[in-house]
């Protein structure tokens, strides 16, 4: 029987040297094939080997190609030629040409190798795949752990806006709080001013009307005495004009101001309030828009400006009017619109920031006790605000202030001609310039709840030829009338005790007898507004004797 066998010869010798013959072992190939084939388990890609030192191929598996006997790596074969022991190179195989790496070792004594193999494309392989469920097995904690800091991240940012919006309704909270303490606290004190003031004017009526009774009696020497009371009275009734203002109590008379005349018309008030060290100039554009306000609170507004730059200036410095036309947009205050701006610079130290922020509060002043009432910028911004704008200030210390009045635009008829307080004495029509026109006695019904105030009125108007019939409250007059009795004039107060004001006294007086003059008095501006509804002529306390002159030759 044939197979394939492959042989292997040892010579032998004697002790003493001679030939003794040769040992031959006959192995079959399909032996170690089948050997072979058990160690590589169908591995993908492993080969084992059996080779001659020479490089013969004894045994391959799996079976080389037909023709092949001899490997022809030189790395391979070069090892096997020096008879090393062992050792592992990296080859692309003659065999098949598959780059593998290839693992060798000495057969004992014998010129026979055996190795073996694997291809460097499987070894990749099973990295490829080990590192890949590694991969696979890290990554899905790794996603979990992401996931969880993204989510803690994400509630931390919702968290935080969370608290920021919190700490902004709190703050915003906190905000209205103390700004409706402080408008309980400024309506209060306006209230409590414009109560006080009205109270005041009434006295400074009864004041009034006497000193012009001494005046008709030609003072019986008290003169000079009579005109410092005089003198007096007119800075008593300033200062209450001026608390009026500011609790917004004060009657106005809004009316159309060319401000391109006015304002250089004016400069001799502001010289003479802002004093000699100062020098004032006025530039004033000559295409200034209109705007319609009350001149006298506009007047007294610019005076109280130039009284505080006077004394923010005690050596002197300039005080500089400037103004101009300005468009007002996105402006947190004032609507969008056509203003005229007016504003006021002055060289003196300034205030620092925390003063200028209360520089408009009433009854707010850093000067000494008695050199000011802290009604003075107040006053310039509740002047401002009822006509429909505002007051705004910049100050630098060291560098000096500006306040700036916005009023806005006036669409309406032009201005009447404005004349100079210096020169409406000298007018053709002034009292002082012409005979007073001769009066003509009529009956006078007066409505007054203040006894003082009614007889100094009472007194006033007999002095005029009158007949004056006086009445406690509205309700007893309208009896009165309401009995049969006629007046050639109603003189009520507007604020009395009783069911009937004088707002109702004047309106069912038009509706019941339509050919009753009647005529209004009133110091609060609510009520001046309230009054001219009824068509009545009004007086705004404090009056003039010259003012109760024209009503009662009408």
């Known amino acids: 029987q044939q197979a394939d066998v492959f042989t292997t010869s040892v010579g032998r010798s004697l002790n003493d040297g001679r030939f003794a013959g040769v040992v031959s072992i006959a192995l079959k190939r399909d032996y170690f094939a089948d050997f072979y084939r058990d160690l590589s388990n169908g591995e993908p890609g492993m080969s084992v080997g059996l080779y001659r ?28 030629r020096n008879n090393e022991l062992f050792g592992r190179v990296r080859i692309r195989s003659s065999i098949d040409g598959v780059e593998r790496v290839v693992a060798f070792r ?17 070894i990749f392989a099973e990295w490829r795949q080990h590192y890949t469920l590694i991969a696979v097995m890290t990554a899905a904690p ?11 991240l994400r509630q931390l940012r919702a968290q935080q806006v969370a608290w920021e919006r919190w700490q902004a309704e709190v703050a915003m909270r906190l905000s209205a709080e103390a700004s409706s303490r402080q408008l309980r606290r400024m309506g209060a004190l306006g209230n409590l001013v414009a109560n006080v003031a009205h109270d005041f004017n009434n006295l400074l009526m009864v004041v009034a009307a006497n000193m012009e009774l001494a005046r008709r009696k030609n003072f019986n020497g008290l003169e000079r005495e009579v005109l410092a009371v005089e003198r ?17 109590k004060q009657p106005l008379k809004q009316e159309p101001i060319d401000l391109a005349v006015w304002l250089p018309a004016a400069a001799g008030l502001i010289e003479t309030a802002a004093g000699e060290k100062v020098q004032v100039k006025v530039q004033v554009s000559p295409d200034m ?5 009350d001149a006298t609170e506009l007047e007294f507004a610019i005076i109280n400006i130039a009284v505080n730059a006077r004394d923010a200036m005690p050596r002197g410095g300039r005080f500089v009017i400037r103004s101009q036309n300005v468009r007002v947009t996105a402006d947190n205050v004032l609507p969008d619109g056509e203003y005229a701006l007016i504003a006021f610079t002055d060289s003196g130290e300034g205030m620092p920031e925390t003063t200028a922020r209360r520089a408009f509060e009433p009854l707010f002043t850093t000067k000494l006790s008695g050199s000011g009432t802290g009604l003075g910028l107040a006053q310039v911004l509740a002047a401002c605000e009822q006509a429909d704008g505002t007051a705004r200030l910049d100050s630098v210390p060291g560098r000096g202030t500006t306040v700036r009045l916005y009023l806005p635009r006036y669409h309406g008829p032009s201005a009447a001609p404005f004349i100079a307080p210096d020169d409406a004495a000298h007018t053709p029509d002034s009292p002082d310039n012409t005979a007073l026109a001769e009066l003509h006695p009529g009956s006078i019904l007066l409505v ?25 409250t509205a309700d007893k007059a309208f009896d009165l009338l309401s009995e049969g009795s006629r007046f050639d004039l109603v003189l009520s107060d507007i604020q009395m005790p009783g069911r009937l004001n004088g ?17 209004l008095m009133t110091g609060y501006a ?29």
């Open 53 to 80: 030192r020479d490089g013969g191929i004894l045994v391959h598996e799996p079976p080389t190609r037909p023709g092949i006997t001899h490997v022809r790596d030189p790395a391979f074969t070069s090892a096997m």
């Open 289 to 293: 828009w209109q705007v319609r306000a």
């Open 142 to 152: 790794c996603v979990a752990v992401w996931l969880l800091v993204l989510f803690s």
């Open 106 to 122: 000495r057969a004992g004594d014998y010129p026979l190798y055996v190795t073996s193999a694997i291809p460097t494309g499987a």
């Open 232 to 248: 007096a009275t007119a800075g008593a009734e300033a200062l209450a004009r001026r608390l009026l203002s500011v609790a917004r």
């Open 448 to 472: 007054e709840d203040n006894e003082e105030v009614a007889a100094g009125v009472a007194a006033v108007l007999a002095t005029f030829g009158c007949d004056v019939r006086h009445e406690l």
């Open 503 to 519: 707002i109702d006294l004047a309106e069912k007086v038009r509706g019941a007898w339509p050919s009753q003059r009647i005529a």
């Open 526 to 554: 609510d009520e001046f507004e309230r009054a001219r509804h009824t068509g009545v002529t009004i007086l705004a306390k404090p009056f003039n004797i010259e003012e109760l002159r024209e009503l009662v030759l009408r």
